[in-house]
């Protein structure tokens, strides 16, 4: 099955795939965080990730530019906290980069297969992901 997708949903399912942590939901209170950055518009999935003593998180604030049909833009941006934070997110960063250069806009195709089954061949744009019961193989096309 393929998915075509522009919305911030596609870049998180990304990362949970390029980083090594994956991408964490990560809760926060939005009233003792009133009129910080995150609450201005806040990013609805909190999602972080993390390394060793490295923690990042996803922010976003409202862009000056706007849609063709006036609606909102946003900025992402990457917080780090702790030791190595700031190569951390640097490589978030790079990662959020990496999909909206190469990525955005397509599909990705979904391929269920056996667990067991040989490793599809490492492409760009294309991750493997073992469960307990079956092998995901996920590729933008």
Known sequence: MSWYGESPE???LWL???MPSGLNWMSFDRAKTAGTLLTDDPYPSSTAVFDKSA????ARRVSDQKTPEGGKLWEFGVIGHGPGSDELAARVAEAIREWDRGYRGREADFE???LGAASAEPQP???T???PLNQIVIKWQ
Not at 55 to 58: A, E, G, H, Q
């Open 129 to 131: 992901v073992d469960t």
């Open 16 to 18: 949970t795939l390029a």
């Open 55 to 58: 923690l990042t998180y996803l």
């Open 112 to 114: 269920l297969r056996p």
């Open 10 to 12: 596609w870049m998180e």
């Open 125 to 127: 744009g294309q991750f």
